[in-house]
């Protein structure tokens, strides 16, 4: 796994994407972050119904725990970039740039990563974050249950822009190099037909 800082000789663009402009893959990756969301939360509602969140047993818990969700999404997305951006650096990127634009947070840098360090970098958070919230989930109470599991299930359904590049990068040559400036990449290869 590594970062070029520097396109080597006889590459040239075979992909581009990017989010902001692309109106139509953009509404993709959100239907996809919806049905994950979905996948995710109807199967749980069998092991702890969701009525365990709207417990109001003491009004001032209940809504501590609302709370708590819009304040720990918020913590999340911070934490998902980061993991990027640390990523980013074990590949040897010296300079991450963070931002926001409205409907994306992202870590992006002008390095160009090989296949396996842009998929390691991907996948990084919602692999990281899918174990904590995970084992997190397993031991809170269970009227907390709801506002960890909702993170969780932001972690896996907001890593859908995350899990397509994954999915489409997989299918294209070995050889090929990524640089993700942050909601948008564009993707290098050698060869003369990679598609």
């Known amino acids: 796994m590594k970062a070029y800082s520097e396109l080597p000789e006889g ?9 902001q402009k692309d109106k139509k893959l953009s509404a993709k990756i959100h239907i996809l972050a919806l049905i994950i969301a ?35 999404i918020i913590v999340y997305m911070v934490l998902h970039e980061a993991v990027h951006g640390i990523a980013m650096k074990i590949c040897g990127t010296k300079k991450v740039k963070y931002g926001f634009t409205g409907s994306y947070a992202y870590a992006g840098s002008t390095d160009f990563y090989d296949k396996s360090a842009y998929i390691f970098i991907a996948l990084a958070p919602v692999v990281l974050w899918g174990i904590v919230l995970a084992a997190v ?3 809170v109470p269970r009227e ?12 896996l359904s907001g890593a859908a822009g995350d899990l397509y590049v994954t999915v489409r990068f997989s299918k294209l040559p070995k050889d090929i190099l990524v640089r993700d400036h942050g909601v948008g990449m564009a993707v290098f290869s050698r060869e003369e037909d990679a598609r």
């Open 38 to 72: 979905v996948l995710a939360v109807v199967p749980m509602q069998f092991f702890v119904p969701a009525t365990e969140l709207f417990s109001m047993e003491d009004l001032g818990l209940y809504s501590i725990r609302f709370v708590s969700i819009f304040v720990l």
């Open 11 to 19: 590459y040239k663009e075979i992909l581009s994407i990017d989010l």
């Open 144 to 155: 907390w249950f709801w506002v960890v599991y909702f993170i969780e299930v932001n972690n």
């Open 137 to 139: 989930c397993f031991f």
